[in-house]
């Protein structure tokens, strides 16, 4: 049985701000790489000053990017990112905004215009001198093949347009999403710790302004404490999700 106020909501909401993290991929086999089983306990992170400074860190850091495309590059979306797509066919939904770098959410169809991808993307490789963008899959072949970082045609570093330990975010992505949060009428998140800042900090923007505000997560999140907190449901995000919106959209 879908949650009925879960339901409730997304029935008379018309402008949803939903945020997405590590949770919601999970059933796609992409692992959280924070989580205890995670990519960072047996690697240390390569920050963006040692990307541009070292080869040596560069060869480090391809070599882990390399490690996740296999993963990446074989994922699908997942019931919980279709479930979006169909909300936003029923022009429900203001943005999606997602802590994701699979690019699983635009594969799933969810429109770009739509789309805030605030930790960037692995599924483009981008040039960090000319900004030129790539498919990842010939640069991945060649430096597995090689061990010798690409380079764009123009002699600038490639790397996936991922933002990296110690990049900032892009400006114009924090503004979109909190261009979003302003003009939201129901925000979601889901899957997400919520301890990411500042991605974390966008639906407080909503909800601090007294739109409703539903976490859904396995687990706890920093927001659980929070007053403005509508709805929490703990659980799978893909459990608790597409029945939901399917039983919404049903007329
Ligand atoms: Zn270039």
Redesign the pocket.
């Known amino acids: 049985m879908p949650d009925r106020a879960l339901t409730d909501w997304l029935r008379v909401s018309t402008s949803i701000l939903v945020v997405t993290g590590a949770g919601v991929s999970t059933a796609s086999g992409i692992p959280d790489y924070r989580g205890p089983s995670g990519v960072w306990t047996r690697r240390r992170p390569v920050y963006y000053e040692e990307f541009l400074a070292s080869e040596e860190a560069r060869v480090e850091y391809w070599d882990f990017k390399l490690e996740t495309w296999n993963q990446y590059r074989q994922a699908r979306p997942n019931p919980a990112h279709q479930a979006l797509v169909a909300l936003e066919r029923a022009q429900k939904i203001t943005a999606v905004v997602t802590q994701n770098v699979d690019g699983l959410h635009r594969a799933a169809g969810t429109s770009p215009e739509l789309l805030v991808e605030v930790h960037g993307t692995d599924r483009l490789i981008e ?1 960090q ?4 963008t790539s498919e990842p899959d010939p640069h991945f072949d060649a430096f597995s093949q090689t061990r010798i970082p690409p380079r ?5 570093l490639l790397k996936p347009a991922t933002i990296s330990f110690g990049q900032s975010l892009r400006a114009s992505d924090l503004e979109r999403a909190t261009a979003a949060a302003l003009r939201a009428d129901l925000v979601i998140a889901l899957g997400s710790t919520l301890s990411v800042y500042p991605a974390a900090s966008i639906p407080l923007v909503a909800a601090t302004r007294g739109t409703p505000y539903i976490i859904v997560n396995q687990g706890p999140t920093d927001h659980d404490a929070h007053p403005s907190v509508t709805l929490r449901l703990d659980g799978d995000v893909v459990a608790i999700l597409p029945p939901a919106v399917e039983q919404a959209l049903r007329h």
């Open positions: 040039c001198r000319c900004h030129a764009c045609q123009c002699g600038g």
